[in-house]
């Protein structure tokens, strides 16, 4: 039965599959529907909420891939989404069947209407634009209609080319610079078409069906898993270059240092990897054409082994002269990935606060050279801790840990973390689909690092092991939670792999990230949803509506549990309302932080609108009004601050808020856009500044004696 409703399903597609033979046409492998299958299995017995393969999990997984393939609705028709939509609620089937051919034909669709759709864009540069006209381009559809004709998709494509013309045009350049980049950026994207595989179609789908049951359960393919394994352990074995496509080359956009690549000092930013050789003098492969990561899999490989790179340089044309480099892969550590330092001064009166910033991007921790013995084994707690001790001989008077955009990691690394500011105790509790409660201590024989004023800056896309932190430091009266509400993760999950489930020799399925267990404060109090609410605000750009776990349909509801045993350290109630009355008055009287505020309501309005005027002159107006206020903010600064230093710091501010150039970041030179990045951390300190006075301040209402 189930095989006759599959076939009469797949009937409808017979003009999809038709209609993609100009472009080669993608179909699953066996031992993809396979791992579909044993994925299936697992999710629907061991995931938390155990749901059942029914119609309901069906349609969810259906509108999650659709979403996927076209979430701002402008590559299908109404036409094709009618033709989609008898399978909604049987799309299940092609995972329990081992059958995938539907997911693939869809997605060979979708490669056939974005190649009419770039082919069609490529044309329209010959004609050139009327800016005089009044009209405006949309750029959020995910809440519009499919388009119902072609008549309607054509002009929404019209829009986007006419407005990335506009943009270019703004920034000065001329009509046959502009033909040329356009052409040139069509055309590349027309080619990364064919860069698409398979295992991308199979990630995408498989995607759409675990994030059905809850949005953090993940499954991760053979490429995937591997991505996956080098962000909690932060190292990897190879030459430490980080590749990108630019113009048809794999390209070499920054080198990591103390890398071989770096050390080699024969390969720069920009230079072009055209083949890979292995060993002194093995058979090299060709990569142009060649995806990133099948790429970086030929560069990559056994420590201490050789790799053979034939480069053309950054500053040679297409006939330049090749240079043939070799290097020895090693392990590469990714310290721009790790817990960093610095100390900001805050001037009290006739005193210098000195407090200590630890910025920690994520709570990594290398699972395996653990497990083999390495007892310098990467992990975020330890190399917090050794920061921690430096602060104590620095003599600093308070301590920020910046988990702004922490998205999390592991949870014994949150624990652990937990365990350098205070002493012993719970940590976190954990509620399994059976109702057992689990309460996870700091490990016996621990002690704090550092026991001065502290506070922990968050934001919205703080989640998970931030949030386990930051809730703990909050309950035990341990420090300060400063920022915005933060995510509201309140999960957590455990991976399975699915070869060695199945006793595979070859890594063919892939791994499954899902969630076990929900997780509660110390207190009782469910993190799911809610989040960690601050004791300070601050002023931020992030919508609540728009972003964080109360934002996903089928996240998992809030709850309570009884509280477990723990002695709180302080108590921070009588002296926030003071602290908050001195951060108001100071970001009142901050004219950064003014134009910050000023800043956040002008993005939120644009949002709102979600219109960009097409009309030359009224964009020139626009642009003109912005730069003409970043210049009086900087003048402004100059002047109060009133020296050479100053201005300049004013300038880089200014920078910070870049003018459109009208380019991707593929098209912009490497050397630039790592300045504009830097511009861009830059000004996030203004947030992390007023953190910083907020201890300071702290210090002083616990009438702590500055350090000598």
């Not at 081992?98 to 997605?107: H, I, K, N, Q």
């Not at 943009?167 to 610079?177: C, E, V």
């Not at 090749?322 to 310290?335: D, F, N, S």
């Not at 994520?362 to 975020?380: C, T």
């Given at each position: 039965m189930k095989n006759k409703i599959l076939l009469l399903l797949l009937a409808l597609f017979s003009t999809v599959l038709n209609a993609t033979q100009e472009n080669a046409t993608l179909e699953p492998l066996p031992q993809q529907a396979r791992a579909a299958?044993?994925?299936?299995?697992?999710?629907?017995?061991?995931?938390?909420?155990?749901?059942?393969?029914?119609?309901?999990?069906?349609?969810?997984?259906?509108?999650?891939?659709?979403?996927?393939?076209?979430?701002?609705?402008?590559?299908?028709?109404?036409?094709?989404?009618d033709q989609f939509?008898?399978?909604?609620?049987?799309?299940?089937?092609?995972?329990?069947?081992?059958?995938?051919?539907?997911?693939?034909?869809?997605?060979?669709?979708?490669?056939?209407?974005?190649?009419?759709?770039?082919?069609?864009?490529?044309?329209?540069?010959?004609?050139?634009?009327?800016?005089e006209q009044q009209e405006s381009y949309q750029p959020d559809r995910k809440n519009a209609a499919w388009p119902k004709s072609e008549q309607e998709i054509n002009d929404l494509w019209r829009k986007r080319v006419k407005n990335d013309?506009?943009?270019?045009?703004?920034?000065?350049?001329?009509?046959?610079?502009i033909v040329e980049i356009l052409d040139k950026r069509y055309d590349n994207s027309l080619k990364?078409?064919?860069?698409?595989?398979?295992?991308?179609?199979?990630?995408?789908f498989m995607d759409s069906y675990a994030i059905a049951n809850d949005p953090h359960t993940n499954y991760f393919g053979v490429r995937a898993a591997e991505s996956f394994d080098i962000s909690m352990k932060l190292s990897l074995t190879g030459i430490g270059a980080e590749l990108q496509y630019k113009d048809e080359y794999i390209t070499i956009r920054h080198l990591v240092p103390g890398s071989p690549a770096e050390l080699s000092g024969k390969l720069k930013a920009g230079d072009r990897i055209l083949s890979v050789g292995q060993g002194e003098s093995g058979p090299s492969s060709d990569i142009m054409g060649m995806s990133i990561f099948d790429a970086v899999a030929l560069i990559r490989g056994a420590e201490d082994?050789?790799?053979?790179?034939?480069?053309?340089?950054?500053?040679?044309?297409?006939?330049?002269?090749?240079?043939?480099?070799?290097?020895?892969?090693?392990?590469?550590?990714?310290?721009?990935?790790?817990?960093?330092?610095?100390?900001i001064d805050i001037p009290?009166?006739?005193?210098?606060?000195?407090?200590?910033?630890?910025?920690?991007?994520?709570?990594?921790?290398?699972?395996?050279?653990?497990?083999?013995?390495?007892?310098?084994?990467?992990?975020?707690?330890?190399?917090?801790?050794?920061?921690?001790?430096?602060?104590?001989?620095?003599?600093?008077?308070?301590?920020?840990?910046?988990?702004?955009?922490?998205?999390?990691g592991s949870v014994d690394e949150a624990i652990e973390l937990t365990g350098l500011f205070v002493n012993q105790g719970p940590v976190m509790q954990q509620l399994d689909s059976k109702n057992s409660v689990i309460v996870n201590k700091i490990g016996s024989g621990s002690f704090a690092v550092w026991t001065g004023p502290m506070a922990v800056l968050v934001n919205r896309a703080s989640a998970s092991a931030s949030e386990i932190f930051a809730a703990a430091i909050q309950d035990y009266g341990r420090g300060l939670v400063i920022g915005e509400t933060s995510f509201g993760k309140g999960t957590t999950q455990t991976v399975v792999n699915l070869d060695q489930l199945v006793k595979s020799e070859?890594?063919?399925?892939?791994?499954?990230?899902?969630?076990?267990?929900?997780?509660?404060?110390?207190?009782?109090?469910?993190?799911?949803?809610?989040?960690?609410?601050?004791?300070?605000?601050?002023?931020?750009?992030?919508?609540?509506?728009?972003?964080?776990?109360?934002?996903?349909?089928?996240?998992?509801?809030?709850?309570?549990?009884?509280?477990?045993?723990?002695?709180?350290?302080?108590?921070?109630?009588?002296?926030?309302?003071?602290?908050?009355?001195?951060?108001?008055?100071?970001?009142?009287?901050?004219?950064e932080f003014q134009d910050l505020k000023q800043d956040i309501a002008e993005f939120k309005a644009l949002r709102e609108k979600n219109l960009i005027s097409l009309n030359e002159n009224e964009r020139r107006i626009e642009r003109d009004t912005q730069e003409a206020k970043l210049k009086k903010r900087r003048e402004e600064k100059a002047k109060k601050a009133g020296s050479e230093a100053a201005d300049k710091e004013a300038e880089a501010a200014e920078a910070a808020l870049q003018k459109d150039d009208g380019l991707l970041p593929t098209e912009r030179n490497f050397t630039n856009e790592k300045e504009a990045d830097k511009n861009e951390a830059a000004q996030k300190d203004i947030l992390l500044r007023e953190a910083a006075h907020i201890v300071s301040d702290q210090v002083t209402l616990l009438k702590i004696a500055p350090k000598k």
């Open positions: 299958h044993f994925a299936a299995l697992v999710l629907s017995h061991e995931n938390y909420e155990h749901l059942p393969f029914d119609e309901k999990l069906s349609g969810v997984i259906f509108d999650n891939y659709l979403k996927a393939l076209d979430s701002e609705k402008i590559i299908f028709l109404q036409s094709d989404i939509t008898p399978i909604r609620n049987k799309f299940g089937l092609t995972m329990l069947n081992e059958d995938l051919s539907v997911p693939f034909a869809m997605y060979n669709l979708r490669q056939q209407r974005i190649t009419e759709h770039l082919s069609y864009s490529r044309a329209l540069l010959a004609k050139g634009f009327d800016f013309w506009l943009r270019l045009k703004l920034a000065g350049k001329d009509d046959k610079g990364s078409i064919l860069r698409i595989k398979g295992d991308d179609v199979f990630q995408t082994s050789v790799v053979r790179l034939d480069v053309l340089p950054a500053e040679a044309g297409p006939d330049g002269e090749h240079k043939q480099v070799k290097l020895i892969r090693k392990k590469i550590t990714l310290e721009n990935q790790s817990a960093k330092k610095y100390v009290d009166g006739d005193t210098t606060r000195h407090i200590g910033i630890v910025s920690l991007p994520g709570f990594y921790r290398d699972f395996m050279a653990q497990r083999n013995g390495d007892k310098d084994f990467k992990s975020a707690a330890r190399d917090v801790a050794t920061i921690l001790d430096e602060f104590k001989k620095d003599h600093v008077d308070g301590v920020v840990m910046d988990l702004r955009n922490n998205g999390g070859k890594p063919d399925f892939g791994e499954i990230k899902m969630t076990i267990t929900k997780w509660f404060r110390i207190n009782g109090d469910g993190i799911q949803l809610r989040g960690v609410t601050p004791d300070v605000t601050l002023p931020m750009f992030t919508d609540t509506e728009d972003f964080g776990e109360s934002t996903y349909d089928n996240a998992l509801a809030w709850s309570h549990i009884a509280p477990t045993k723990y002695t709180p350290l302080n108590n921070f109630a009588s002296i926030i309302p003071t602290l908050t009355e001195q951060h108001n008055a100071r970001i009142n009287s901050d004219k």
